[in-house]
């Protein structure tokens, strides 16, 4: 088998969304902001826009995974199975998570074996003696693309459910409420690396020791790849979606699958996907580039394709 790396960075434009959001003070619900930094003439200006985190995204691309595990009839913890990705935080976890603990040896290799999820995404055990793996995934915040920083809008709607003229509002009814809504083109970015799945980590002298056999890590691997092609397909992250479904689409894309470590450059810029091209011509290990433009080709085709590609290296003999 040969393992890779596979890079997505895209621009979504999402009119509308509550995809993340934070606190609430009384009845107002805040979307998530951040500082965003950018050069402007002699020096700097920030911007507090609007942006969905990371581990949201996070959050997101593993419950797909959970659920892609489960149909393949491959290994996920109880906790996890459910959405509920509390990832063996300490020992009572673990317990409930695998309904047992690990009689001998190590934790990491007990976690792996049993669980794609925290195979996949990490976990943190954190008793007297912290044992940690790394994710083999990784995501990060979307935030408003460069050339819109300046024209950004978050806005609060008036949402009502009283009904007038009805008994049920005289003594009290349910509170109006505001909902801070935002639109925007957003950046996205998702990498993984395969070459630690089913694999130790931790200790370092027995990092990169398989736990699973060759056949299995490979089915591993195909399964996180079908997870990746359907969470980015139908967009399955943010929250607050059952009524606040974002209206828009992806402008561009551009997926890299490599033998090792490359990552397309950041769609912050506008050109990214130019860069990314000369990037290529630069440094090479096997890379091949799929890349969609706002029609020009299909976005579906773009991700089914890039997928595929990675699905052929992976289970080559
Ligand atoms: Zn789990």
Not at 93 to 121: M, R, Y
Not at 122 to 145: C, D, H, Q, W
Request: with cysteine; aromatic share 12%; net charge neutral.
């Amino acid at each position: 088998m040969q393992d890779i790396f596979l890079s997505v960075r895209g621009r979504v434009l999402l009119n509308v969304e509550a995809l993340n959001m934070t606190e609430s003070i009384g009845n107002y619900v805040k979307h998530r902001k951040v500082p965003v930094l950018v050069p402007e003439k002699d020096g700097f200006i920030t911007y507090y826009v609007p942006a969905v985190s990371g581990e949201s995204i996070a959050h997101g691309f593993q419950k797909v995974l959970a659920e892609e595990a489960i149909k393949d009839s491959i290994p996920v913890c109880n906790l996890c199975k459910n959405g509920i990705f509390l990832k063996s935080t300490n020992k009572k976890v673990v317990k409930e998570a695998f309904e047992g603990e690990p009689e001998k040896g190590q934790l990491e290799e007990f976690v792996v074996s049993k669980c794609l999820v925290e195979d996949i995404g990490g976990f943190l055990y954190a008793e007297a003696e912290n044992i940690k793996r790394t994710s083999n995934f990784f995501v990060g915040y979307m935030i408003p693309v460069k050339e819109a920083l300046g024209n950004v809008v978050v806005e609060s709607q008036l949402h009502s459910r009283y009904a007038l003229g009805t008994p049920f509002v005289k003594e009290q009814g349910q509170m109006i409420y505001y909902v801070e809504l935002s639109s925007a083109v957003y950046t996205f970015g998702f990498d993984l690396d395969t070459s630690y799945i089913g694999k130790l980590t931790f200790q370092y002298n027995s990092a990169g020791k398989e736990v699973l056999e060759e056949k299995e890590r490979v089915r591993r691997i195909r399964t996180t790849l079908e997870a990746l092609k359907l969470f980015l397909l139908e967009q399955m992250f943010g929250a607050k979606k059952t009524r606040f479904l974002p209206v828009g689409e992806w402008e561009s894309l551009a997926i890299g699958v490599s033998d090792k470590v490359w990552t397309v450059t950041s769609p912050f810029s506008k050109n990214y996907i130019e860069k990314s091209e000369k990037k290529r011509e630069k440094v090479n290990y096997n890379t091949k580039l799929y890349i969609y433009k706002a029609d020009v080709g299909s976005f579906e085709e773009t991700v089914v394709d890039a997928i595929k590609e990675s699905v052929r290296r992976v289970s080559e003999s």
